[in-house]
C-alpha cells in the first residue's frame, strides 16, 4: 500500500512519515510512505495524506503553486475516492471558506468556514495547545479501538465549522465545542494531529490505513 503525504511547504511532514511508518511496523500493515509534490505520485497513491500548519491563506497558496495538485487532490478523493485524510490546516483547506486574515477560498469539499476560536473564558487561551479530550459524537471505523475521551494533541487557533452537522464525527470543548474530525465518504480530516498523539495517533492511522474506500460515517 503506498500512502502519499503531500509535500507543499507547509505541516509536519517528517513526523507524519514517521508515525505512518510505525503504524504500519506496529500493526503488521505494508506500507511504503512517499512525502511528494509530485502531482501524478498522488493520483497513483492508495492513501493521500494532506497535512497542514501555519495560515490558511498560506496554506492554500503552497497547494496553487504546484501544477496540478489540486486537480489531483480533487481526482484522487472525489473522483476514484481513495481513503483520503486531511490534518490540522489540512483538515481547515477542506472547508469552502477561511477567515483567517480576510476570506480566503478552501478546496470546498466540505460545506462551512473555517472561524477563530473564541473560548468565553478568559483562562482558556489561544492558540488551543496541548491535550484534549476527543468527544466521538457518531460511530465511524477511524475509531476502532479507540475509547471514548481519549486524548489528542492540538495546536490551533482556527477551526472548522462545517454547514452539515453529520459530517462532524468528534468535537472537543475548550470553552467552546470545537470540530475535532469530520468525515464524508472517504475523506476523513482531524484538527489534532495524530503524529503527537501517541498510542492513539498510532491507531487512528492504522484505522485510516485499514479503511475501505467508502469510509463512510454512520449514526
Known amino acids: 500500500m503506498r500512502v502519499a503525504i503531500v509535500d507543499y511547504g507547509s505541516g ?22 512517499v512525502v511528494t509534490s509530485d502531482a501524478d505520485q498522488v493520483v497513483g ?5 494532506l497535512p497542514g500548519v501555519g495560515a490558511f491563506a498560506d496554506c492554500r497558496d503552497g497547494l496553487n503553486a504546484i501544477d496540478g495538485m489540486v486537480e489531483a487532490l480533487r481526482e484522487v478523493a472525489l473522483q476514484k475516492a481513495r481513503p483520503f485524510l486531511g490534518i490540522c490546516v489540512g483538515m481547515q483547506l477542506l472547508a469552502e471558506r477561511g477567515l483567517e486574515h480576510g476570506t480566503h477560498d478552501g478546496l470546498g469539499w466540505i460545506g462551512g468556514e473555517v472561524r477563530p476560536i473564541e473560548p468565553g473564558d478568559a483562562r482558556m487561551k489561544v492558540p488551543h495547545m496541548g491535550w484534549n479530550a476527543l468527544q466521538q459524537v457518531r460511530s465511524s471505523s477511524v475509531f476502532e479501538g479507540i475509547p471514548n475521551g481519549s486524548y489528542f494533541y492540538f495546536v490551533h487557533s482556527y477551526y472548522c465549522v462545517p454547514e452539515q452537522d453529520d459530517v462532524v464525527t468528534a468535537m472537543v470543548d475548550y470553552g467552546e465545542m470545537i470540530t475535532a474530525v469530520v468525515e464524508r465518504g472517504n475523506v476523513v480530516a482531524t484538527q489534532f494531529h495524530p503524529e503527537k498523539s501517541g498510542a492513539h495517533g498510532l491507531r487512528f492511522y492504522r484505522n485510516f490505513l485499514n479503511n475501505a474506500s467508502d469510509g463512510s460515517a454512520h449514526t
Open 45 to 49: 497513491a492508495d492513501r493521500v495524506v
Open 12 to 33: 509536519n511532514i517528517c513526523s507524519a512519515e514517521k508515525a505512518f511508518e510505525k503504524a504500519g511496523q506496529e500493526y503488521e500493515i505494508a506500507v511504503d510512505v
